[in-house]
Nanobody
Framework: QVQLVESGGGLVQAGGSLRLSCAAS????????MAWYRQAPGKQRELVAT???????NYADSVKGRFTISRDNAKNSVYLQMNSLKPEDTAVYYC??????????????????WGQGTLVTVSS
């Protein structure tokens, strides 16, 4: 009923940039926090960045100063601008959203929804 669809991954050389996008669709009443996670081969999924509905952001230390998370509430979308990419940024990137789903506020459900992931590969 609610889905997140990511786009924008690909292959880039070290030092390059990519912009990931994630759009939510379905019966959405409100999206609270949104986030980007990533999972490198053989490693656990880790939090990259979060953004509240009001625009407050937090970043993992490993990406501070290089990545910027933003959102467009009117489009139910979140973005991740990634600059100065490093080979260690190679991973599948997942969009995540905490939201209220339903047709009205009388019958909503709280959901945590994940996207399908988009692969980012940074070559040295």
């Amino acid at each position: 009923q609610v889905q997140l669809v990511e786009s924008g991954g690909g292959l880039v050389q070290a030092g390059g940039s990519l912009r990931l996008s994630c759009a939510a669709s379905g019966r959405i009443l409100r999206i609270n926090d949104m986030a980007w996670y990533r999972q490198a081969p053989g490693k656990q999924r880790e939090l990259v960045a979060t953004i509240t509905s009001g625009g407050s952001t937090n970043y993992a230390d490993s990406v501070k100063g290089r990545f910027t998370i933003s959102r467009d509430n009117a489009k139910n979308s979140v973005y991740l601008q990634m600059n100065s990419l490093k080979p260690e940024d190679t991973a599948v990137y997942y969009c995540n959203a905490d939201l209220a789903s339903g047709s009205t506020w009388y019958n909503f459900r709280k959901l945590e929804v994940w996207g399908q992931g988009t692969l980012v590969t940074v070559s040295s």
